[in-house]
């Protein structure tokens, strides 16, 4: 079954959105050149969530996903960790689908925790 995030048009380009989906930790989606990425939302160093604060998940310049706990930025296109604690480590990609301009959660990702 696949999990319901929101309508495409709610993800604005250089931001980020958090989303409770059941039995899952936190997710967040972002949109980059017309392009989406679903993540979970657990740092690969301390397995802390990313976030600021709600919806806050990129760096000042928005080019970067940004750890909130010591400051790891990773690349949006692929969750590598390109600077901090767990250099060359990986974020958690989801993966995902579009229908009728809906982002959904694939169904591989149910149980991850």
Request: negative net charge; contains cysteine; aromatic residues 8%.
């Amino acid at each position: 079954m696949l999990s319901k995030l929101c309508e495409v048009s709610c993800l604005i380009e250089g931001q980020a959105c958090s989303f409770s989906v059941s039995g899952l930790d936190d997710v967040f989606a972002l949109r980059k050149n017309d392009r989406f990425y679903v993540y979970l939302n657990r740092c690969p160093h301390l397995h802390v969530p990313l976030n600021w604060e709600p919806g806050r998940f990129l760096n000042n310049s928005g080019d970067l996903i940004q750890c909130s706990t010591h400051g790891a930025l990773f690349a949006i296109e692929d969750g590598e960790c390109l600077q901090g604690p767990c250099q060359g480590q990986y974020l958690q990609a989801l993966k995902h689908e579009i229908i009728d301009g809906i982002l959904y959660l694939g169904e591989q990702a149910s149980g991850l925790n």
